[in-house]
């Protein structure tokens, strides 16, 4: 991320998802920024939570990722997709289209970073930072959302009805309205 943003003319406004959340994170650790989001991001204490909920609730399946480094394994199929991303408002059609085009998003050191190695240190970030979850998020908790949120200092919007891939929702723009507004109040 840094090799692209120190290439800019000026400091980016950073915006990640999911796992994108958590490098953003770490980013802002070490670099300056006019503002951050974090949207439906891994928790500023890892990802152990979701991993502990998969190993739970799909013991057979999180074990062979697990060993593989698969990742794809958890969410290749469109109910597991539906399960992890979407809410019920998605067409199926979408979801299966989505879970089409799904890829490897973890594995290995990273897994092992995610669980406990190199989690964020707020402590560290000053940049302004907008942290918005979903109220349906099958990978990030609500109570994950609004602990990252107090870990730097503000407060979580939870958009009811809504997965965790909420870019995709049939109520995508109220959070791009959210996003376009924060940002608007602090003129950038």
Known sequence: MSSVADKLPSPPIV?????????????????????????????SRGAGGF???????????F???????????LVKTPERAREHFYSAG?????????????????????TLD??????PKPERVTTPLLVLGAELDGCVTEAETLTTARAY????QIFPDMGHDMM??????????A????????RL
């Not at 995610?114 to 989690?119: G, S, T």
């Open 63 to 73: 074990i062979r990722s697990a060993i593989t480094g698969k990742s794809l394994n």
């Open 168 to 177: 995709l929702e049939p109520e995508w723009q109220a959070v791009a309205e």
């Open 153 to 156: 200092g503000t407060e979580a």
């Open 51 to 61: 991993f502990l909920r998969e190993a739970k609730k799909h013991p057979l399946t």
């Open 114 to 119: 995610l669980w406990a190695l190199n989690l």
């Open 90 to 110: 998605v067409p199926e059609s979408q979801v299966v289209r989505y879970a089409a085009a799904l890829g490897e998003e973890w594995g290995g050191r990273l």
């Open 179 to 186: 996003i376009d507004g924060w940002l608007t109040d602090r």
């Open 15 to 43: 915006i990640g998802h999911s796992f994108g959340g958590l490098i953003v994170q770490k980013y802002l650790e070490f670099h300056e920024a006019p503002a951050g989001v974090l949207l439906a991001s891994v928790s």
